[in-house]
């Protein structure tokens, strides 16, 4: 089933934006580079001295690497357990009865991240189509400071199974007709023409290739879908196959996510590790042009 509103325009989030049951939530990250001689790809960096610089009036800051995601696990982002979730949503205030908004700053791909991990515990939150940037640049209000935190729930997910795969589904699609592999990386990195921060250079073998950023406008907002489902098509990516996203850290690929989702998409998943542990695995195949 398509799910049209998954995103949320500027002008019509700034017609609720004093409604009670919104719920707004920046979910900003930097990727830094990482000490001379780390065994880490980067350094996750939360943007909440950003949100204190300046964020949409009303919002709440949540920190996906340090809160949302599984810290024991050797690779950032790693999807943690229900329970974790559970009480960190809830720690926000997170209620399913609300309209729950999410936007980030410089790419949009922090937010998606969210979105596709809250639609995975049966939540429909929405996305800021443009982010913060969007936002700033058309002059909509701004505050500065610390987060007005929302009062607390009681989250409990009800969990959409499959949204998230690990290597060894990855593994057992290659090559199956019925399944599209999708690397949302750009070009080079994709076709191993460029060392990779992630270890081996290259692909899933047998991947497409849809980069996030070419489903990405000049002012930081989403293609059309007739655009996105010409690029998927043109990639063979259609309804009839199992569709499994991967990028370098399971972040950017939730941009062609949320499209395809869109798009009425309904067979996807998500390989969270991504090139993260696939490109240190010397037991996992790997391809390049």
Known sequence: MSQPTALIATDQLAAILDHPDLRLYDCTTYLEPAPEGSVVPYRAVPGNKTFAAGHIPGADFLDLQGEFS??????????????????????????AGKTIVLYSIGTMMWATRLWWMLRSLGIDARVLDGGFDKWKEEGQPIETGAPRSYPATTFRATPRAG???????????????????????????????????????????????????????????????ADAEAKFAAQGVTRDKDVILYCGGGISATIDLLLLTQLGYDRLALYDASMGEWAKDPALPIETD
Do not use: C, W
């Open 70 to 95: 599984d810290t024991s696990s050797q690779h950032f982002f790693m999807m943690p357990d229900v329970a974790q979730l559970e009480a960190a949503f809830g720690r926000h205030g997170l209620d």
């Open 163 to 225: 949204l998230f795969v690990d290597k060894n589904v990855v593994k057992a699609r290659i090559g199956d007709p019925a399944t599209a592999i999708v690397n949302a990386l750009g070009p080079q990195f994709h076709r191993g023409l460029e060392p990779s921060r992630y270890g081996r250079p290259g692909r899933v073998p047998g991947s497409v290739n849809l980069p996030a950023a070419t489903l990405v406008n000049a002012d930081k907002t989403l293609t059309s879908l």
